[in-house]
Structure formats: C-alpha cells, structure tokens
C-alpha cells in the first residue's frame, strides 16, 4: 500500500500566510526527509528530520516518529515559496527511498 | 561543495531503442539513485547502488538497467524506449544512509525523455 502520504495535495495561499504541510508514513518507515522542487527546477534538500523539530529561517519541521508523522510549517509565505514539497522516507531494511506525491503550494502576491 | 551533473539534459529517442542516460557527482558519497518522475507528479526510485559494487532495484526497474561503473559515476539504460514516453530522470547523491545528521539527498537538474 501507500507508504506516504501528503496533504493537502495543492494549497493556496495570499502572501504573508502561514502554511502547514502534512507527511504520514507507515511503521516500515525511517530518515524522513523534506525535499522542495521549484517549478521545472531542480529538488533541493529542506530537512533531514527523522525526529524532533528543526528551524531553518521561516521554515520548521517537526516529525513524531512514534505517531508516523511529519509536518512542514511555512511561516509569512513568499511568492518565491511556490513550488511543490516531498516528504520522502527510507522503507526500513532496504535502504530503498520512497518520496509522497507532493503538495503544490501557490502563494499569491 | 560539491556538484552532480547528468547528461544528456535532453534526450529524444525512437520506439524501441536503448537509451542510456548517465551522472557524475564529485561529492565522494558512497549511494546513488536514479529516479523517473511523470508531469505533475511523485519521484519513483527505479535503481539505487548503496556502495560503489552494489546495484539494487527499485520499485520501478522493470525496463530498466543500470551500472555504477565507479564511485562517482552511475549509468541508467532504457532498454527499449515506449512510443509517446515522456518523463524527468533525476539523479541523486548521499552519504551511506543514516550515517549522521547531514543525512540528505542531493539532486542533478534531470535529463528529459521524449520517445516519438
């Protein structure tokens, strides 16, 4: 079955708004990851965030392992924040990645 | 820093043909994947190599072959191209996973397939 799942799937916002993505992975699950991918551009790495709560700049991450999930906080959007967000993990045992589907943030001037 | 490149950036083949699409990265990271992504779309892991003489297969590699022929380089082969196929192949780096808190993915700017 689907090992990650993100929502929403698309999320709109008035510039200055804040946005909260949401990643829920399956107990097979491990080193969660949060990847941003600007449109037509190239993936760049957020977080590594197996656990616990990062900060980067107006960006937190905070991932309760015990309750497979991660939440990704976007604090006073920018335009320049558009794009789409993955959530991906490793599957447990196999060191293979699995990556969610995404969701498409659009942050309007 | 370091940096991953692939090539080609654009690939146009015919139905049935081998294609093969290749990248480097100077990160000196031991794992590499290869990735197939759809318009609109998820990341889907096709190979990945966790050390240099290692090759595993993904979720998607039926189709699919791929060499890590050294550290640093790892080829994917499109064994015969399907008419109408159009996708991003991404490329991405990283340390032996779970190594340490630096443990994260880095990506090359894609080789796009178009299969007439």
């Known amino acids: 079955g689907q090992q990650v799942q993100q929502s929403p799937a698309s999320l709109v916002l008035q510039e200055g708004e804040n946005a909260e993505l949401q990643c829920n992975f399956s107990?097979?699950?491990?080193?969660l990851q949060w990847f941003y991918q600007h449109p037509g551009g190239r993936l760049v790495s957020l977080f590594y965030?197996?656990?616990g709560t990062k900060h980067t700049g107006r960006l937190t991450s905070t991932t309760v392992t015990n309750e497979r999930r991660s939440s990704l906080h976007i604090s006073s959007s920018q335009t320049t924040d558009s794009g789409t967000y993955f959530c991906?993990?490793?599957?447990?045992?196999?060191?293979?990645?699995?990556f969610g589907t995404g969701t498409r943030l659009q942050v309007l001037p | 820093g370091g940096i991953i490149t692939q090539t080609p950036k654009f690939l146009i083949g015919q139905e049935g043909q081998k294609l093969t699409l290749k990248c480097q990265q100077n990160?000196?990271?031991?794992?590499m994947y290869w990735y197939r992504q759809d318009s609109g779309k998820g990341l889907r892991l096709i190979y990945y190599?966790?050390?240099?003489?290692?090759?595993q297969k993904g979720d998607l590699s039926e189709g699919y072959d791929a060499s890590r022929e050294k550290k640093s380089s790892f080829s994917l082969t499109v064994t015969s191209a399907q008419k109408n196929e159009m996708a991003v192949f991404l490329c991405?780096?990283?340390?032996?996973?779970?190594?340490?808190?630096?443990?994260?993915?880095?990506f090359g700017p894609g080789t796009r397939l178009l299969v007439l």
């Open positions: 991405a780096s990283r340390t032996f996973p779970g190594l340490g808190p630096q443990d994260t993915q880095y």
């Open positions: 107990s097979t699950a491990t080193r």
């Open positions: 965030n197996p656990s």
């Open positions: 991906a993990i490793d599957r447990s045992n196999t060191n293979k990645v699995v």
């Open positions: 990160f000196n990271h031991d794992t």
């Open positions: 190599s966790i050390t240099e003489n290692d090759l």
